[in-house]
């Protein structure tokens, strides 16, 4: 297979560059010294070089080519690290790299265009030429370049003769497993019916219900299945994890804050000074009006955020802390802590988006061949529950990790040739409202990721022996268990499974109001 790569990109400082000029034109030295053993493995043409480059206000400007040596892109994370080495003691920082285009040509051994546009919609622009196959990123990012979202396409686009055996790359949202069609006794939003049943009420906040006894009892029942029939069998135990994240904990969710700064709750924490107050309180003793731009006055910067993914605390208790692999895996699951928040993106959408959600969740870390086992294990477990226990109609998705935006995990590929080397597994409930069963988006219940070393590493949890530590993490969203639950089974008791009914008993009845 002949290959062309060809990049252009932009390197940010944090100062200005022309200030570390001298280090700039040192490092492009650098780079092409280290570069000199790969040319001699496999030739100038194959190998990446630097074909010009412009110092601008804060930024170092690129154009980098090379075929498949060492590519275009490896060289311009190696260029970016010894810069930052080279401006280091100048107090001077590598922000961020940004590609504006990464040009991909295959002269031959590439599936072609249209199979090209099918696997790549939506992620880069495809054309052929001539008999070459020409695949145009756009807009990318150092961790892009860092999860290898380049070379898992090149691979993707080999044709089989040349793809590495056993590979096989896919979009999230890829379709791994599934279930048998069902019957459903809803066909409306089951908020709606709840609301109407009085089993709920919104609340003046957004995204937030007040849930009464014949829905708390669904939600307990879910939870109680969902510790019974798996969390135990498989040896976890429960905790009970703080919701209130200090910032210094909330700086080591690094990805979070690179990508879903908006979807968290922010906290202010008020002095404890009752005189800062006075106006505050004299302004809602006289005119009954509650001034929040005085409140503005009076707090300060916010000091925490509310528990986005309810896990965090899970890993700074073992934070700074060693272990040993002869001592784990360690398996919690925590439910008692109270309500996760999030900004939900996309707006809310009755019971199965909310801005404040009940989840049990669990969690763990371990060798990475037991942090994995665990994950499947756990997934096994949770579809049996869904599929014979509640009769409901599921599948299993190649889900996004969840500090991916939609739109940063569009553009990328996983490899979803074995269920081990899949990030993120979701079992996703059919909701009829939502339309056809092949067109709809269906509702994510439950997500089961493995995070690799990505916590170890940001939380600094150390093995005793220097041995690999990696961490995984199941989220079971309670009130979307009861949706697509009612949703399949309507709101008569008697028509319920019976492990449900049986953990229930006797089923309440909501509050009676005068119309």
């Not at 001592?327 to 439910?335: G, N, Q, R, T």
Request: aromatic share 10%; net charge neutral.
């Amino acid at each position: 297979m002949t290959l062309r790569i060809m990049l252009n990109a932009r390197i940010e400082l944090s100062s200005a560059a022309e200030v570390v000029e001298q280090e700039i034109r040192e490092s492009i030295d650098a780079l092409e010294k280290s570069l000199e053993e790969a040319v001699e493995r496999f030739g100038r043409e194959e190998v990446a070089q630097i074909l010009s480059h412009r110092i601008g206000d804060r930024v170092v400007e690129v154009s980098i080519t090379s075929g498949r040596g060492v590519r275009a892109h490896e060289a311009l994370l190696r260029f970016k690290n010894i810069l930052a080495q080279k401006i280091g003691s100048k107090r001077i920082g590598v922000r961020r790299i940004f590609i504006e285009s990464l040009e991909i040509k295959f002269k031959e051994g590439h599936v072609g265009e249209e199979k090209a546009r099918e696997l790549l919609k939506g992620l880069a622009e495809v054309r052929e030429e001539s008999g070459d196959l020409i695949v145009v990123f756009r807009n990318l990012t150092d961790r892009d370049l860092r999860e290898r979202v380049i070379d898992r396409a090149i691979r993707f686009l080999r044709t089989e003769e040349t793809r590495p055996e056993g590979k096989k790359l896919a979009p999230f949202g890829t379709v791994l497993r599934e279930g048998p069609a069902k019957r459903f006794k809803m066909d409306v939003d089951v908020a709606v019916e709840a609301e109407k049943r009085g089993w709920v009420k919104r609340y003046p906040g957004k995204g937030q219900w007040i849930y009464t006894p014949p829905m708390a009892s669904l939600i307990r029942a879910m939870a109680q299945l969902i510790i019974e029939r798996v969390a135990r069998p498989l040896g976890f135990h429960e905790w009970i994890f703080p919701r209130l994240v200090p910032m210094e904990v909330f700086k080591r969710l690094t990805t979070y804050i690179e990508h879903l700064p908006d979807g968290v709750f922010y906290v202010c924490v008020p002095p404890r000074d009752p005189s800062a107050f006075e106006e505050f309180k004299r302004e809602y003793m006289l005119r009954r009006e509650i001034r929040t731009d005085l409140l503005k006055q009076i707090l300060g910067e916010p000091e925490y955020i509310m528990e986005a993914i309810q896990c965090t605390a899970f890993y700074q208790y073992f934070s700074g802390e060693f272990v040993r692999l002869e001592d784990l895996p360690i398996k919690a699951y925590e439910l008692l802590g109270g309500w996760t928040w999030r900004n939900e993106a996309g707006g809310v959408e009755g019971l199965v988006r909310t801005n404040e959600f009940w989840r049990l969740e669990m969690v763990f870390i371990g060798s990475p061949d037991d942090v994995t086992e665990i994950r499947n294990k756990v997934m096994d477990l949770t579809i049996e529950l869904a599929d014979k226990c509640l009769d409901l109609e599921w599948r299993v998705v190649a889900g996004a990790p969840f500090y991916l935006s939609p739109h940063e995990a569009s553009k990328r590929l996983i490899d979803v040739s074995d269920v081990k080397r899949i990030p993120t597994l979701d079992l996703e409930i059919y909701l009829p409202y939502r339309g056809p069963r092949e067109s709809a988006e269906w509702l994510e219940v439950t997500a089961a990721s493995v995070h690799r070393d990505f916590y170890v590493k940001n939380f600094k949890i150390k093995e005793a022996k220097e041995r690999e530590l990696w961490t995984g993490c199941v989220g079971h969203g309670l009130s979307r268990w009861a949706a697509g639950f009612l949703a399949r089974h309507g709101f008569e008791f008697d028509d319920w499974p019976e492990a449900v009914k049986e953990i229930i008993g006797t089923l309440p009845n909501p509050p009676k109001l005068l119309d």
